[in-house]
């Protein structure tokens, strides 16, 4: 059995610290990556973030110092930064490790990304049901202001920067960068049409960049050590590491931060001990919005683009383990409720689309669905993919055509004969 090792970066002061005690952060080497952006230009530091390769780890993979270079440059009287730590995705806890654990990482690596974009102000939009992440980043950002390195004239280098933490709307979409700018400006939580993108025109108008809070904290390691060491770990092409947590029949429930390049099987077998309640039947990557997987893809590494290009997502990198002794079309069905109650309505593909793939997946489990229905769900699956206004919506039928894609045979078995 391969064992691969685990790497943390994001979660090098996992229990190690007072997530408190900024005294205990700077003993870490915190804030020595803040001082050293502060003596570099904008351009310098988008450079060395290119030279990392760092790339979202939000779900969408973007690389970051591009999504960077499109909104520095521009001459505006307010830009901003958000974080985005809305965290809704179902089985995924990987930004709460951060924010409770090591708070100020993330606040210095916010204070970076304001010095680089020109942003005075940041919010960081924190999922309603994690009240204790917003406590913990509140009394992280009192210390730094405390301690001199939030606010006017940042140690002496005349930047100015405020943070502000904003509770969520306790809703999977407002995790959606352009609802959560709705939701901050105190509107309904809905995406907005694009373009214009919140890199040129986001929160009240201004320029905003919006980011993960995993993607973020890497940051103060990638100025401190180099984009060149950060960019030699892991996949080439999504270097890094990717926390990963674990859930549904594996032995350990727990998470682990890994290089990129680790594949599936050793997360669920190595880190996770295995299956248990019986054989391995399927994953589902990256959330409710990812994949259903077979055995036969577990060598594939957990990267953005490999995880594509086997069918599937890295997303947020939850890894939900099912066993031989479900019902996997109950459980499909499931996930297809989810995106039922999930979907925002605004756009008729998504809130049409959730309802009507779920209604399929009834009629599936309950054994009255047709051939004819199942090409009309394929239909309506692509459809929605190519038309819904946002991510919720594009991805919302991913679970439901990767089980007839990989599962196929479980379909066949319960539709009707003849049909
Ligand atoms: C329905 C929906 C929910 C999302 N929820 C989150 C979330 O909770 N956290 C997050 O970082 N990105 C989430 N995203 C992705 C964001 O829109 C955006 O891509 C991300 O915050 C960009 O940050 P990154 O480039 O650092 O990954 C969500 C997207 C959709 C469509
Ligand atoms: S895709 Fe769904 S969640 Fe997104 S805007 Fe349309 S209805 Fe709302």
């Given at each position: 059995m391969s064992l691969a090792k685990e790497q943390r970066i994001?979660?090098?002061?996992?229990?190690?610290?007072?997530?408190?005690?900024?005294?205990?952060?700077?003993?870490?080497?915190?804030?020595?990556a803040l001082k050293k952006a502060l003596t570099m230009?904008?351009?310098a530091i988008i450079d060395e973030l290119k030279a990392s390769g760092l790339r979202g780890r939000g779900g969408a993979g973007f690389p970051?110092?591009?999504?960077?270079?499109?909104t520095a440059p521009i001459e505006a009287d307010q830009k901003y930064i958000v974080c985005n730590a809305d965290e809704g995705e179902p089985g995924t806890y990987k930004d709460r490790l951060i924010m409770d654990?090591?708070?100020?990482?993330?606040?210095?690596?916010?204070?970076?990304?304001?010095?680089?974009?020109?942003?005075?102000?940041?919010?960081?939009?924190?999922?309603?049901?994690y009240p204790q992440s917003q406590q913990s980043l509140n009394t992280a950002i009192t210390g730094t202001k405390a301690a001199g390195m939030m606010g006017k004239n940042i140690l002496g280098s005349g930047f100015d920067f405020d943070l502000e933490v904003f509770s969520g709307a306790f809703a999977f979409v407002c995790g959606e960068e352009t609802a959560i700018i709705e939701s901050i400006e105190g509107k309904r939580g809905e995406p907005r049409i694009r373009p214009p993108y919140p890199g040129t025109v986001g929160l009240w108008g201004k320029p905003t960049v919006i980011n993960n809070v995993e993607?973020?904290?890497?940051?103060?390691?990638?100025?401190?050590?180099?984009?060149?060491?950060?960019?030699?770990?892991?996949?080439?092409?999504?270097?890094?590491?990717?926390?990963?947590?674990?859930?549904?029949?594996?032995?350990?429930?727990?998470?682990?931060?890994?290089?990129?390049?680790?594949?599936?099987?050793?997360?669920i077998y190595g880190f996770g001990g295995g299956v248990t309640g019986g054989d391995f039947l399927a994953v589902q990557v990256g959330g409710n919005s990812g994949g259903v997987l077979p055995e036969s893809l577990l060598n594939t590494p957990i990267d953005f683009d490999s995880m594509m290009a086997a069918g599937g997502s890295l997303?947020?990198?939850?890894?939900?383990?099912?066993?031989?002794?479900?019902?996997?079309?109950?459980?499909?069905?499931?996930?297809?409720?989810?995106?039922?109650?999930e979907s925002c309505g605004k756009c008729t593909p998504c809130r049409e689309g959730c309802q009507?793939?779920?209604?399929?997946?009834?009629?599936?489990?309950?054994?009255?669905?047709?051939?004819?229905?199942?090409?009309i769900a394929n239909g309506l699956?692509?459809?929605?993919?190519?038309?819904?206004?946002?991510?919720?919506?594009?991805?919302a039928p991913t679970p439901v055509q990767t089980a007839i894609k990989f599962f196929g045979n479980k379909f066949e078995e319960k539709l009707l004969q003849n049909s």
């Open positions: 994001v979660l090098n002061n996992y229990d190690k610290i007072n997530p408190a005690s900024i005294d205990e952060y700077i003993a870490q080497g915190g804030y020595q230009s904008s351009a970051t110092w591009l999504k960077w270079s499109f654990k090591d708070p100020y990482r993330l606040i210095e690596a916010l204070t970076i990304a304001g010095y680089t974009l020109g942003a005075t102000k940041g919010y960081i939009y924190v999922r309603g049901e993607t973020l904290a890497n940051i103060p390691a990638i100025l401190n050590n180099g984009g060149k060491w950060f960019a030699s770990i892991g996949a080439v092409k999504y270097p890094g590491t990717k926390i990963m947590t674990l859930s549904g029949d594996v032995v350990n429930k727990t998470f682990v931060e890994v290089p990129t390049d680790t594949t599936l099987y050793d997360i997303g947020t990198g939850a890894v939900f383990v099912i066993n031989d002794k479900r019902d996997l079309l109950d459980v499909v069905k499931n996930m297809a409720h989810f995106f039922t109650e009507r793939l779920y209604d399929f997946m009834v009629k599936v489990c309950d054994g009255k669905a047709t051939v004819k229905d199942l090409k699956a692509r459809v929605m993919n190519k038309s819904a206004l946002c991510g919720l919506g594009q991805a």
